[in-house]
């Protein structure tokens, strides 16, 4: 069943974007995007994640449940838990905004933006750029682009237009070695390393280390999944 789960999302996105681009044209996305990013501050999760490389900056995560874990808490509030995540330190937010599969909404991450001024991380399923105009316009500093979910062309077009057109950042996913060289060659400059593989669910956190050591000191990387405690945190850092 969990082999089929990413496929399954997969499928669902295809249809969700079909009713966003039927509801409002993505001209009209777009220019209200770029009206709202007009004033706003650019690429503020890199710089959160940069200001100070001695800290272990976490990017703490705003989840209703998920396909792994089933229901974590179907009652949370985002602007509670948001507030919760700040007084405790982190560096930014990542939120959940797929309904089906996560319990999220779009509608989350404005409510977590009004209830905090940390770096916000759109975490979904991105496939079109109407998704990318819709995080931009409902708050998001950033967006998750899964490499495993885009062909060579859209990923680098979908952190071309996050990055370059609205100055928002883009987080790239990525679980094996082709896929870190995928997001290179689409000049990533923070690259999250998944420590659980989306096509079976199983985690590893040897993930992180191997891809870790394979890249570069001039990117900012993540590790993502299945950490559970400061100390592994810690480990898994990259040393200068």
């Known amino acids: 069943m969990m082999k089929n789960i990413f ?139 899964i490499v495993a979910a885009l062909d060579k062309i859209s990923l680098k077009d979908l952190r071309a237009l996050a990055e370059d057109e609205l100055g928002l950042d883009a987080l790239v996913e990525v679980h094996s070695s082709e896929e870190l060289h995928r997001a290179l060659d689409a000049n990533a400059k923070i690259i999250g390393v998944n420590n659980r593989d989306l096509r079976t669910f199983r985690v590893s956190l040897d993930t992180s280390e191997r891809l870790i050591a394979e890249t570069l000191r001039d990117r900012v990387m993540i590790s993502e999944s299945g950490l559970q405690s400061v100390r592994r945190s810690v480990d898994e850092r990259p040393q200068s």
Do not use: M, W
């Open 7 to 145: 496929a399954q999302i997969l499928n669902q996105k295809r249809e969700a974007v079909s009713q966003l681009r039927a509801y409002r044209s993505l001209q009209d996305f777009r220019e209200r995007a770029l009206e709202i990013r007009k004033n706003g501050s650019r690429h503020r999760l890199l710089q959160a994640l940069e200001s100070d490389l001695q800290r272990l900056n976490i990017i703490a995560e705003f989840k209703r449940r998920s396909p792994s874990l089933g229901i974590i808490r179907d009652d949370l509030s985002a602007d509670e838990v948001v507030r919760c995540y700040e007084r405790g330190g982190a560096c930014a937010i990542s939120v959940l905004t797929d309904e089906e599969f996560f319990g999220g909404s779009i509608a989350d991450l404005g409510v977590a933006r009004s209830s905090t001024n940390l770096p916000l991380l759109r975490k979904d399923f991105i496939i079109d750029p109407i998704q990318i105009y819709e995080a931009a316009i409902t708050g998001a500093d950033a967006v998750l682009l």
